[in-house]
């Protein structure tokens, strides 16, 4: 069977494919269609990925296909589509280009209301859909041990993310240097430096964390850059972003800090893993997040080497 799933989204949001798509190289061919870099990082687990912003793909939303329009993927058996299309135009569009393919297009998250992990959704869609996936095992799973891990790595760096892609996601910088100074001041250190990792939506924030020091700072690093810090972390802090779902996936020891009650939709997937939940930014949440950094770093755990 000629499966294609297309999810195109953020680099959190298209990971939560991940737990789903664990075993799929035993379904057959399976293609996802998604946006980078989160498609990037699900390569080692399906047969194929293709960038969901390549040629063609925006013929799926016209009200009038105008030939010669071709996709760079053909002749599947199978499509399940997490896109919006209230009049239908994706669902009718997909019928012309893969004629006689079961094909299902669903929303890409669980209503706000839902109580269900955003992951466990997707899981369960598959599931109903008749591929061979068991959602709940394969959510047990992916809180046992790392999705994404690729090989064993000493646990060298403690590793900050101060930021997302949404703002109101987000603690004011001065909880970041007040918790950074913290952590450090508290914590025998690392064999390394401490890392601030910064990308494209915290640009602003450079120039106020590239004044502190004994930090290195890391700006917008590549694919395979990123993924070796993460497996090198010896303990990695950030709110609720795509960089904190990728942390948990690839087994770094994960504090995830949640201003807004979404945890139960959005908790990182990961054997080490700790949610934080508070609105307040303030001494109280810096006490519980060293904390649970203490319950992390025990002394015996100096490296902290992923499962296999």
Known sequence: MRTLIIRPAALGDTLMLAPALSSSREWGEVI???RKPGIDFLRPLVSRCVDFEGSGWHSLFMDVLEPPIALPVREVDKIIAFLSDPQGVVKRNLE??????????????????????????????????????QAEEVMREAMKRPLLFSGRHSRLRIVFHPGSGGAQKNHPPEFWLDLMA?????????????????????????????????????????????????????LYVGHDSGITHLAAM?????LALFRHPSAVQWSPLGPSVKVIESSASGPALI??????????????SNDLSSPG
Do not use: C, M, W
Not at 250 to 254: R, V
């Open 32 to 34: 996802v269609a998604g």
């Open 96 to 133: 012309v280009f893969f004629p006689g393919a079961s094909i299902a297009v669903l929303p890409g998250y669980p209503g706000e209301e839902e109580a269900v992990h955003v992951a466990l959704y997707i899981a369960r869609v598959l599931e109903k859909r008749g591929l061979p996936v």
């Open 182 to 234: 913290a952590i450090r001041n508290s914590i025998p250190p690392a064999q390394q430096l401490p890392v601030v990792l910064l990308g494209p939506a915290e640009e602003k924030l450079l120039p106020l964390f590239s004044e502190q020091k004994d930090v290195e700072i890391l700006f917008s690093p590549d694919r395979d850059r990123l993924s070796l810090l993460l497996q090198q972390a010896l």
């Open 250 to 254: 690839l087994g770094a020891p994960t």
């Open 287 to 300: 006490e519980e997040t060293l904390k649970a950094a203490h319950g992390f770093l025990r002394p015996s």
